[in-house]
């Protein structure tokens, strides 16, 4: 009889959990968690995570703006149909990680759970971009969510870099 194969330290790890933040789960924050997984699943050097995102203030009901769905699928990804959810306290305990979009998201969050601090950021300031907010394309023509998500994009493969070094 064989002895059980060791599991490799790759196998038993936990993905991380990364949590996006925007105001309301809409536009910048659900495009993350879909180009993440995206840039994730093609990037051999970081490791697995789990994305998920949230809003600061959402709109019972909402859905993804048609914009950002457009956005994302010119670059043959898929925004869904799932409804905007709030962010909530069991998400943050989840999260290894939580980024916002903007400076104002991060200290509204901290201000209605000041216990997250050590693990929530700006995703520009983690990342080390010189400009720290993604501005909210919610109401502005297509070309706005375009520019958002190459932001983003950006952003996000450098956030592979990080994670990959930690």
Not at 13 to 40: H, Q, W, Y
Not at 85 to 101: H, I, K, R
Request: proline share 5%; charged share 25%; glycine share 4%.
């Amino acid at each position: 009889m064989s002895e059980p194969r060791q599991k490799n330290q790759e196998e038993t790890a936990k993905p991380l959990t990364v949590l996006f933040i925007c105001t309301g789960n809409t536009c910048r924050s659900p495009m993350a968690e879909v180009i993440a997984r995206d840039i994730n699943e093609k990037t051999l050097h970081a490791p697995k995570c789990n994305f998920i995102s949230a809003g600061l203030s959402v709109v019972t009901g909402d859905k993804a703006a048609e914009e950002a769905k457009l956005a994302v699928a010119e670059t043959g990804l898929a925004l869904g149909e799932r409804p905007a959810q709030n962010l909530t306290e069991e998400m943050l305990q989840s999260a290894d990680l939580v980024l916002t979009m903007s400076n104002a998201q991060r200290t509204l969050l901290l201000t209605r759970f000041p216990g997250y601090a050590s693990k929530t950021f700006v995703l520009n300031r983690y990342v080390g971009v010189e400009n720290t907010d993604i501005e909210d394309p919610y109401g502005q023509p297509l070309e706005i969510y375009r520019y958002t998500a190459i932001q983003l994009r950006d952003s996000l493969e450098r956030l592979m870099d990080r994670l990959a070094a930690m």
